[in-house]
């Protein structure tokens, strides 16, 4: 035993002496934030994780994930010491080109689950991860999160707290790093660590604090970890910034700041020197995913023409086909899933379905940790309530993320709730999400199809559902692509294209109406796919109408489906078309929807008389 501990201080040491040397290479980066966390995680590696270097996607692999990604020096430190990369790559922290970056990414390295950096998100994800592990893949995997005590103060930390004890996750261990000093000094609770054990065990979590620099104490720690059978463990570790260097140690002043050269080679001196010590962390078991269902062919709910149904309830509809077809869909709600619809899809698959209750950072965080996993993670609220988690979205298009985000209840046109209740942004805040997709469907069947598509979608997929019930115009057997249109009205003689999508969809076919009646004959677009636009569909409409174009949403006029369009003409200079844009501008109320609507400016009395000036 005795040698043992020795060899985990050795590792301690190399893992310090080593993010000093990469950083100082650098001339940026996280030391000392580093340097705090090295015996705890020099004991994970030589004795507790269980990972396959070779096979980063081994479904039994562990999961470590640094929610302090800032302090990836550490991190990078122990891909050296296991053999995963040599130490020639290891110097080109930071650098142009590098696989390691100054936050970890799993965009360049195969073995990160998850981009870190934006503080607070690690734990929440490693919930959805954990969640897999126990309830889905069924594997005795463990998720090992390192957390800094600043993001402690992260509400979304703590909404991983509330569901990781609701759902039992033993199998999910927290590590806070408790070195009291952030960015700018002490944190709110600094060496408290009573009061994070009293929080943490208020939560429902077994509590451990702990000296984080003596390896005998994180060894047992570990070990006491790994018997709990039903609730989740935080090591609430005491450690020192810059521990092990007499001028860092516990020192404020130096966050973030990289040693230089001198300073540098004094505290590597300290530290014992330089080491190039190799281990070999175990390896997982050879164990397969808990059998799925038997899965059947798709088989998508019809819809007839001349009824009516809302797109929110097609969307619940759809998921249950789509859990029968696919074994690897799980589905996520926001405690609104009797509105979202979700709801069907808990009633026909209760094990894949996890309420996440009003919690809606961990509920897209949750949907990321299954993405990990492999699974297609489908999520869904009330669209304006994803604006509070719109960091989680934006970090899951820097993890690579494949999560499918169903918003409903969205525009004006869901009547007496009111403004608050109203996403009036969500287009234009997932259009501008890097790679991702944006729906919009206006009818039933569309709806089903377009569930389907976004199950083998990449990436950050949005799709905008209606509360209201709305006609059905399209044939169960209709086509749809993403990126696609659809023109739902037209004739030789169309003087005006106008396009809309949703709600507004069916307001352009009412204005149609009205205007043939009039002879004036007008082309109606289904802009169903708001990102990627289908621009040639729209040049080719717009060219065809003598370059007279309206757009009408239930959206404020900034960076929705009107800039969609006009993203579509942006090369045609001087031979692009004029474009009216008829979109919320006014603060909205409650009312009847109709009314609203109207009140809005975006009814087909309003793009009748739209029409009409244009012409």
């Not at 000093?20 to 994970?44: F, K, Y």
């Not at 934006?118 to 390192?146: C, E, H, M, N, T």
């Not at 002490?186 to 077994?206: M, S």
């Not at 990102?531 to 409409?541: M, N, Q, T």
Request: proline fraction near 4%; include cysteine.
């Amino acid at each position: 035993m005795t040698d043992q501990i020795q060899d985990w201080k050795e590792l301690a040491a190399q893992l310090r002496v080593d993010s000093i040397r990469c950083t100082t290479a650098a001339g940026s980066g996280h030391p000392t934030s580093s340097m705090s966390a090295a015996d705890l995680l020099s004991v994970l590696l030589a004795k507790y994780l269980k990972y396959d270097w070779d096979n980063p996607k081994h479904p039994n692999n562990d999961h470590l994930i640094f929610s302090k990604g800032h302090a990836c020096p550490l991190l990078y430190s122990a891909y050296k010491a296991v053999g995963a990369i040599t130490d020639q790559e290891f110097l080109t922290l930071r650098q142009l080109g590098s696989r390691l970056e100054g936050h970890p990414n799993p965009h360049t390295l195969p073995w990160v689950d998850v981009a870190t950096g934006s503080l607070g998100q690690g734990l929440p994800i490693g919930v959805g991860v954990a969640l897999d592990g126990k309830y889905v893949d069924k594997l005795p995997f463990r998720v090992w999160v390192l957390l800094g005590d600043s993001e402690m103060a992260e509400g979304s930390v703590w909404e991983a707290f509330d569901k990781a004890s609701y759902y039992k996750l033993n199998n999910l261990i927290a590590i806070i790093d408790v070195n009291r000093l952030g960015q700018r000094g002490e944190t709110d609770l600094g060496w408290n660590t009573d009061a994070y054990a009293a929080r943490a065990t208020a939560f429902g979590w077994h509590a451990i604090v702990l000296d984080g620099q003596s390896v005998e104490e994180v060894d047992a720690a570990y070990a006491e970890a790994l018997t709990q059978t039903d609730k989740p463990t935080v090591l609430i570790a005491k450690t020192k910034k810059g521990a092990g260097v007499s001028f860092l140690a516990d020192h404020d002043g130096w966050h973030g700041k990289a040693l230089n050269a001198d300073q540098a080679k004094d505290a590597i001196a300290e530290l014992g020197g330089e080491r190039h010590i190799l281990i070999n962390v175990a390896k997982p078991e050879e164990l397969k995913p808990a059998a799925g269902i038997t899965e059947q062919p798709l088989k998508l709910p019809v819809y007839e023409a001349g009824t009516k149904e809302a797109t929110r309830k097609a969307y619940g509809d759809a998921l249950v086909a789509i859990g029968a077809s696919r074994a690897d869909v799980v589905v996520l709600d926001g405690e609104v899933s009797n509105s979202t619809h979700a709801d069907e899809f808990k009633k026909a698959y209760p094990d894949r379905f996890f309420e996440m209750f009003i919690a809606e950072q961990q509920l897209v965080s949750a949907a990321a940790g299954f993405g990990v996993r492999k699974k297609k993670a489908f999520a869904s609220t009330f669209a304006a309530f994803f604006t509070r988690a719109y960091d989680q979205v934006r970090m899951g298009a820097i993890s690579n993320s494949t999560i499918k985000l169903v918003g409903s209840h969205a525009g004006v046109s869901i009547g007496e709730d009111g403004p608050s209740q109203m996403a009036l942004e969500d287009l234009a805040s997932f259009r501008a999400v890097f790679g991702s997709t944006v729906l919009y469907p206006s009818d039933a069947n569309q709806t089903g199809h377009l569930v389907d598509l976004l199950a083998d979608q990449p990436g950050i997929s949005y799709m905008r559902t209606t509360r209201e019930k709305t006609p059905i115009i399209y044939a169960p057997d209709e086509k749809f692509h993403i990126g696609g249109s659809k023109v739902v009205k037209q004739s030789d003689s169309d003087q005006v294209t106008v396009v809309g999508a949703g709600i507004t969809l069916h307001e352009a076919i009412k204005a149609h109406a009205t205007l043939a009646a009039e002879g004036i004959n007008i082309r109606v677009i289904d802009l169903y796919s708001v990102k990627p636009v289908d621009k040639e569909g729209l040049i080719a409409a717009a060219s065809a109408t003598g370059n007279k174009v309206i757009v009408v949403e239930d959206h404020w006029p900034e960076g929705g489906l009107g800039d969609a369009v006009l993203d579509a003409f942006a090369d045609l200079g001087d031979k692009s078309p004029v474009v009216v844009k008829l979109a919320v501008r006014i603060m909205p109320g409650s009312g009847k929807p109709f009314e609203l609507l109207n009140a809005a400016g975006i009814d087909a009395d309003h793009i009748v008389k739209a029409v009409k000036e244009l012409l």
